[in-house]
T-cell receptor, first 115, second 115 residues
Framework: DAMVIQNPRYQVTQFGKPVTLSCSQTLNHNVMYWYQQKSSQAPKLLFHYYDKDFNNEADTPDNFQSRRPNTSFCFLDIRSPGLGDAAMYLC??????????????FGPGTRLTVT | GENVEQHPSTLSVQEGDSAVIKCTYSDSASNYFPWYKQELGKRPQLIIDIRSNVGEKKDQRIAVTLNKTAKHFSLHITETQPEDSAVYFCAASVDRGSTLGRLYFGRGTQLTVWP
């Protein structure tokens, strides 16, 4: 049973053309994360939501935005994709940290290609 | 912020041999240390984790050890099998303030198990 779902699995966009990646979860976790992973590198945290509280990493480019309309869904918007934004984008969720939830559950990822 | 170093970057072993991957971290406040396995093109999956109040944890062929004094932790895989071939990431979580739950990843180790 899929717990963290990402759509689409593969996305091709043109240089400068806005693109939106989506993530949904059936775990009812209140924390959701977006990571960027380039080839042969570790996942790099872009931002995360603790409920509706948005936390941006200091080095995340302004080109990347996120929305979380409800507990189940989270979106990653790339306003003007550049060639350097081609990567795998991973969504992850975890339970309330205050309650001791640390394990992050990853989705299958969206492979973004920029032409 | 936290800095996690992981070694080696590549590791080749013969089937049946043991494999050891080592990580060090810099922030003594880190108290959660997961290990993720990522097969080519797939999502990272948690294989084992350890909390700072435990020195060792074992799950079948996989074990993790933690030395808080030296700030290092290691993954041990015994009786390796070809299906163990993947990239392994260590991570550390600093349980404090705005970084609550945030994972700091090592750069990964490509493990290859030869039949």
């Amino acid at each position: 049973d899929a717990m963290v779902i990402q759509n689409p699995r593969y996305q091709v966009t043109q240089f400068g053309k806005p693109v939106t990646l989506s993530c949904s979860q059936t775990l009812n976790h209140n924390v959701m994360y977006w990571y960027q992973q380039k080839s042969s590198q570790a996942p790099k945290l872009l931002f995360h939501y603790y409920d509706k509280d948005f936390n941006n990493e200091a080095d995340t480019p302004d080109n990347f935005q996120s929305r979380r309309p409800n507990t189940s869904f989270c979106f990653l918007d790339i306003r003007s994709p550049g060639l350097g934004d081609a990567a795998m984008y991973l969504c992850a969720t975890s339970r309330d940290h205050e309650a001791g939830g640390f394990e992050q559950y990853f989705g299958p990822g969206t492979r973004l290609t920029v032409t | 912020g936290e800095n996690v170093e992981q070694h080696p970057s590549t590791l080749s072993v013969q089937e049946g041999d043991s494999a050891v991957i080592k990580c060090t971290y810099s922030d003594s406040a880190s108290n959660y240390f997961p290990w993720y396995k990522q097969e080519l093109g797939k999502r990272p999956q948690l294989i084992i984790d350890i909390r700072s109040n435990v020195g060792e944890k074992k799950d079948q062929r996989i074990a993790v050890t933690l030395n808080k004094t030296a700030k290092h932790f290691s993954l041990h895989i015994t009786e390796t099998q070809p299906e163990d071939s993947a990239v392994y990431f260590c991570a550390a979580s600093v349980d404090r303030g705005s970084t609550l739950g945030r994972l700091y990843f090592g750069r990964g180790t490509q493990l290859t198990v030869w039949p």
